[in-house]
Nanobody, 119 residues
């Protein structure tokens, strides 16, 4: 059973920084793509950033130039460096990993970590 555990969330002031971590049980190299999503109260979960098996990345428009996604295969960990934080970045951040299995595609989620940005 794959487990993803996020950490690094918290309360930060406007224009501050945080780094989120997602530790995976097992090798991250098995996943075709991994990503960070966030959810604001009463809204749908949205993609923040994703990183693919070839190392390429993609970002949501609202975080481009401020956030950086990375992964360390040796540590089975994915990161999200968040700089220049604004109150609109407040939400619960979830780690996601996807892989292809004999039974078809599989998606895994962490439990989420709260990020709160004060103005």
């Amino acid at each position: 059973q794959v487990q993803l555990v996020e950490s690094g969330g918290g309360l930060v002031q406007f224009d501050g920084s945080l780094r989120l971590s997602c530790v995976v049980s097992g090798s991250v190299s098995r996943f075709t793509d991994m990503g960070w999503y966030r959810q604001h109260p009463g809204k749908m979960r949205e993609l923040v950033a994703a990183i693919f098996s070839d190392g390429s990345t993609t970002y949501g428009n609202s975080v481009k130039g401020r956030f950086t996604i990375s992964r360390d295969n040796a540590k089975n960990t994915m990161y999200l460096q968040m700089n220049s934080l604004i109150p609109e970045d407040t939400g619960v951040y979830y780690c996601n990993a996807a892989e292809s299995t004999a039974s078809g595609p599989a998606n895994y989620w962490g439990q989420g970590t709260q990020v709160t940005v004060s103005s």
